[in-house]
């Protein structure tokens, strides 16, 4: 359909005062850091394995790259909390491009 033909234009003059930023980042708790949003969930991808997972997910909590040590940590948290998602419960090393891992807090 031809529907919302203005939106086709990408280049619009910068008027941020059309949006309030209060509801911006609904997820953000007030007086927290602001911090670019982190997913709740990882969906695999061809290539994904959950150490990588891990550790994608401390470093975009942290904003900087984990130790083995924290990842290891976590990814042994991932695991449990995902154990039902596994197509194999005993190998979190077999994942699947598809497969949705929630992802803990860390």
């Known amino acids: 359909g031809g529907e919302g033909s203005a939106a086709d234009t990408p280049e619009q003059p910068e008027k941020p005062s059309n949006e309030p930023d209060t509801g911006h980042d609904a997820g953000t708790s007030v007086g927290m850091p602001r911090q ?37 940590t976590y990814l042994q948290r991932l695991i449990q909390h995902n154990r039902s998602v596994l197509a194999v419960p005993d190998d979190p090393d077999l994942v699947f491009p598809g497969q949705v891992f929630e992802l803990p807090p860390t």
Not at 45 to 70: C, F, K
């Open 36 to 72: 670019p949003s982190v997913p709740t969930s990882w969906t695999i991808a061809s290539g994904d394995h959950l150490w990588r997972v891990a550790g994608m997910t401390l470093w975009a909590r942290a904003g900087q790259p984990p130790t083995d040590a924290q990842t290891a």
